[in-house]
């Protein structure tokens, strides 16, 4: 070595040396960040629950009580809500896969490998186009004088007008990249040659799709799953922009942010998406769709 | 696998990009509608409606939020986002799924909660009053996965060959990084960046909670002039703007990172 000695390296002699040193001045900038941004707002989020609002001054009051859950699950119109917000997230996940299989399957296995480049960019596209935009676009769409009418009036129909079903086509509109890329990436790893030896043993397309393919892909499909799950578990905006007037869960907490000033019960409302959200991740994690991710 | 099976999948595959873009051009087709209320078939064509969305002030304000908050909070998921990858991808340690799981929750959970968690804990916990900082730190936090997969990717395909040699041939840890890593991780970077501001600058679900009153990013913005008819033909315009200004960042990502993670934070 050397003899000559700079001040720049001995500094990097003293950290090669630590490499845990390293390691803990690269982590820890980032876990500060996340954890004091993130996990204790969190954390936060879960104990304000349990508080409430003072009914004169409108301010959080830190007394300790289980009212906001009482109000939850005893009021029947949050009945009605929570299980139509988780109604529909799963219809739009349904519908997302159905749509989204057949398509990610003929960009993986019968386009040609510079097509498939070029696909990947055309799904990824609209994907990155803004959310409002599309929403928006679907609001035109389905306006009384607007494409979808004009579409369908020479077969005698109608469109849906704005509603539940409108929020359902635009959700399963929005989030459908999110289910092609993935179920895409685990087709383009199942190997051709399954498929060809399950031809060979006598079965037909039908059987081949059923017991070999399908089941490969299943832990593509749920990781998809989870994207368009969640998202429709906690959108407001969408089904403000063309669900007329039904509401989800995310406008029940976004009401009671703005206009009804009651954060603490704001948050209780917000809690239910996360737990149903943990026992989805908890349910499907035997899959091995949490790889896929 | 059968002709029949071929040409369905193939109308499959047709019929759903149709569906994609479809709206899309709806929209870019309807910003030059000179029907106020977007009739259809579309009876006359105008660019009056452009005349007024570049002149518009509060989207043109908007506009300079957006890109304020887009990229200061893609300067800190730059930082934190490579650290957290050069952490998690060169060293192995007790935790270290737990962390990247951290890295993802910010996605992964509903937006509208990230949102309440993150108003609650600025307005009841801290007592800060919204502003642009607060959603800055926001877009940050959900920024950060994004440039972290970038860098990851990249990280996983260069190995250290190329470092160890460096450092053999008698270069320093800093200089090894300044010569030899950082050009490498140039391109990954700058496609996580890029990602990382569309991320941001398309957010609406936590600016809402987290962004001061009065302020406006350019999806609240339209959010806000939705509704008002008058305004109709200028959102569409901006909503216009964005469908084309939105595959520049998708592209440049995909040619920078070639295809290693470009489709950002979620996948």
Known sequence: MTAVSTPSDRVSAYFHRKPRLRLGLLLGAPMLWLGLAYLVALGALFVTAFWSTDVFTGNVVTDWSLDNFVTLFSDSVYHTITLRTVGIALLVTVIDAVIAFPMAFAMAKLASPRAQRILVIAVMTPLWASYLVKAYAWRTLLSGNGVLNWLLSPFGGTGPGYGITATVITLCYLWLPYMILPIYAGLERLPDSLVDASGDLGARSPRTFRSVILPLAFPAIVAGSIFTFSLSLGDYIAVKIVGGTSQMLGNVVYDNIGAAGNLPFAATVGLVPVVIMLVYLAAVRRTGALNNL | ?267
């Open chain 2, 1 to 267: 696998m059968s002709k029949t099976a071929r040409v369905l999948l193939w109308t499959a595959l047709g019929a759903g990009f149709a569906v994609l873009y479809f709206p899309l051009l709806v929209v870019l087709l309807n910003s030059v509608n000179a029907d106020t209320t977007f009739g259809w078939p579309p009876k006359s064509f105008t660019l009056e409606w452009w005349g007024r969305a570049v002149t518009s002030e509060g989207a043109l304000h908007a506009l300079w939020t957006s890109v304020l908050v887009g990229l200061a909070a893609t300067a800190i998921a730059l930082l934190l986002g490579t650290m957290a990858a050069f952490a998690l991808q060169r060293y192995r340690f007790f935790g270290r799924n737990s962390v990247s799981l951290l890295i993802v929750l910010p996605i992964a959970l509903p937006g509208i909660v990230t949102g309440i968690a993150l108003n609650n804990a600025f307005r009841t916990i801290l007592g800060v009053d919204l502003g642009v900082a607060t959603v800055i730190i926001a877009h940050a936090t959900f920024c950060i996965v994004v440039v972290f997969n970038n860098v990851v990717a990249r990280l996983r395909r260069l190995g250290g060959n190329l470092e160890e040699a460096s450092m053999d041939l008698g270069a320093n840890g800093l200089t090894t990084f300044r010569l030899v890593t950082f050009p490498m991780l140039r391109s990954a970077l700058l496609a996580g960046g890029l990602l990382a501001f569309a991320l941001s600058f398309d957010e609406i679900i936590v600016t809402t909670f987290t962004l001061g009153s009065g302020m406006e990013t350019l999806p609240i913005w339209i959010y806000n002039n939705l509704f008002r008819p008058n305004q109709a033909p200028v959102v569409n315009v901006v909503a216009a703007v964005l469908i084309v200004v939105s595959t520049v960042p998708v592209y440049l990502a995909q040619r920078l990172s070639g295809g290693e993670s470009a489709s950002g934070g979620r996948i």
